[in-house]
C-alpha cells in the first residue's frame, strides 16, 4: 500500500486499506460469531491460528498466497 502512495496513487491505496480492513472486520465476525466454526471453516483452537488464517487469506487476495502480505 505504501508503493501506491508513493507512487502517487492515493485512490488504490485507501482502496487497498479498505479492502484490507473489511477482510479482517469480516473474519473477525465470522469467528466471533460462530459462523466458521459452522461451515467447518474454522482454524484450529487459538488466536495464532485465526491470525494464521486471516494472514492467508489477505495474502491471497494481495499476491502472496500463503505468505504474511507485508512480503516477509
Known sequence: MGALAA???LDDA???VVAAWS???GL??????G???????APDAG??????LARRTAG???GSP????DGA
Open 28 to 33: 473477525a465476525g465470522l469467528a466471533a460469531s
Open 60 to 62: 491471497m487476495l494481495h
Open 7 to 9: 507512487a502517487g496513487r
Open 47 to 52: 488466536g495464532d491460528a485465526l491470525l494464521g
Open 35 to 41: 459462523n466458521l466454526a459452522a461451515a467447518g471453516l
Open 66 to 69: 500463503g505468505g504474511n502480505p
Open 23 to 25: 477482510l479482517v472486520q
Open 14 to 16: 485507501c482502496a487497498a
